[in-house]
């Protein structure tokens, strides 16, 4: 059964000039223990169907389903706490707190007593490949590779079972890249999360168990790996 389900999505919105069709009917579904890749040129949409997965915002038209229930019709800030977990190119950690803090926040929106929290955060940092002696550090004192695996780690933190990843290795060396990837891949195969990843990645889209790539509206690539779907 599908985890994540998309049922003829589509979404456009209004600027100054016009209105701008951004996404134009899609239809998937994405499974429990699988990494999936979306890739495309700039525009094609793959941004903003990552934000409408997230619960970010809603569709135009169409439905985007999670364990069966719509978003449109369920309590969407909840959705968002507890049912997803976005982790973005530029890390967003807080500056003004803690690696472990960092880590505890979502836990702690969620209800976990600070100490729980706090014992749960260094646990996750240590699984990302933190050291212990750094939990108690702030995000200026750490490399990006590292900031991108606190930022996994917070993603874990709310025990979410989807995992949204925007360009995860956009802003890291290719050593860093490699360590990310083989973190998201193991948290999907091993620990059985859904990993969706956007990336401009090709070599690292390539890995994954199944590939969106999407061109002029189309996905292309081989068809044992990807589906149709049309998206501007």
Same mark, same amino acid.
């Given at each position: 059964?599908a ?8 979404y +456009?919105?209004k600027?100054?000039?016009?209105t701008?069709?951004? !996404?134009?009917?899609?239809s998937?579904s994405?499974?429990?223990g699988k990494?999936?890749a979306?890739?495309?040129?700039s525009g094609s949409?793959?941004t903003?169907l990552?934000?409408l997965? #997230?619960?970010? /915002?809603?569709p135009t ?7 069966? !229930?719509?978003t449109?019709?369920m ?5 968002r706490?507890? +049912?997803? #977990?976005v982790?973005?190119?530029?890390f967003?950690?807080?500056p003004?707190?803690t ?8 836990m702690?929106?969620?209800?976990? /007593? #600070?100490?729980?929290a706090y014992?749960? #955060?260094k ?5 990302v ?5 750094q939990?108690?550090?702030?995000p ?11 930022a996994?780690a917070r ?11 925007d ?12 360590k990310i990837? /083989?973190?998201?891949?193991?948290l ?6 859904c990993?969706?990843? !956007? ?5 690292f889209?390539e890995?994954?168990d199944e590939?969106?790539?999407? +061109?002029?509206?189309?996905? !292309?690539?081989?068809p ?5 779907f049309s998206?501007?």
């Open positions: 059964m985890l994540l389900e998309l049922r003829d999505v589509k +456009s919105y600027n100054e000039y016009q701008v069709e951004a !996404v134009k009917g899609i998937y994405f499974e429990k990494m999936y979306v890739v495309g040129k949409g793959k903003t990552l934000s997965m #997230a619960g970010l /915002d809603l038209e169409g439905e985007i389903l999670f364990e069966g !229930v719509s449109s019709s309590d969407i800030e909840k959705y706490r507890q +049912s997803v #977990a982790i973005y190119q530029n967003m950690l807080f003004l707190l690696l472990a803090e960092n880590v505890m926040f979502p702690e929106q969620n209800g976990t /007593d #600070a100490k729980t014992q749960k #955060a646990e996750l940092l240590l699984k490949g933190l050291k212990e002696d939990c108690d550090r702030y200026a004192m750490i490399s990006g590779g590292e900031k991108q695996r606190v996994i993603a874990l933190g709310m025990n979410a079972p989807v995992i949204l990843a360009e995860p290795t956009g802003n890291l060396d290719s050593a860093n890249s490699r990837m /083989d973190i998201l891949k193991d999907a195969h091993n620990d059985h999360y990993v969706i990843m !956007v990336t401009h990645d090709d070599a889209a890995e994954t590939l969106l790539r999407l +061109s002029d509206g189309l996905a !292309v690539g081989s044992k790996r990807t589906r149709m998206v501007e």
